[in-house]
């Protein structure tokens, strides 16, 4: 019985990595604009996406370690340039080229995310704690209203 070559995979792999990559690009426009339900409805799909490009890179490690060649990226390289197949070759490195493209991406991502969370913490902490010692907090730490909030007193003139 014959095994795959660990080249089968790679126009699925490129395929899905670019279907990342455009998942990613709408994050990124969601995350700037702050929109809590694209991101919901979004990421679920995302995480179908990369659930997938796991389950090929898988498959392409087990074709790559029953052809005798490392069961990673330096194996797929190792066999690409063993095998000397022009296609196999432009396939892995496109699949390369869109790999760093999504780890860019994922890295501004990733600081936009932590942008937002900072400003939510800051918020947050805003309506926690008094800005001077007379005004009380208007909510406490687990999130409650504070029992010393603003002042209910009316005055009547």
């Known amino acids: 019985m014959s095994t795959a070559s660990p080249s089968t995979t790679l126009p699925q792999e490129l395929a899905l990595i670019t279907s990342a990559l455009e998942l990613m690009t709408q994050e990124q426009q969601l995350l700037v604009n702050a929109d809590t339900a694209g991101l919901d409805e979004l990421t679920p799909r995302k995480a179908q996406v990369v659930a997938g490009m796991a389950a090929l890179a898988r498959q392409r490690h ?3 370690a029953a052809a005798g060649f490392a069961a990673d990226d330096s194996g797929m390289q190792a066999w690409v340039e063993a095998s000397g197949a022009a296609d196999a070759l432009s396939g892995w490195q496109a699949l390369l080229g869109k790999t760093r493209e ?5 890295r501004i991502n990733g600081m936009l995310i932590n942008k937002q969370l900072s400003h939510t913490q800051g918020l947050i902490n805003a309506m ?3 800005t001077s ?3 009380a907090a208007v909510y406490g730490p687990r999130g409650q209203a504070a029992p010393g909030g603003p002042s209910k007193r009316y005055v009547v003139g």
Not at 102 to 106: F, I, M, R, S, Y
């Open 133 to 135: 010692g007379s005004e």
């Open 128 to 130: 926690r704690t008094p």
């Open 102 to 106: 999504a780890k860019e991406l994922n």
């Open 62 to 64: 087990q074709s790559l």
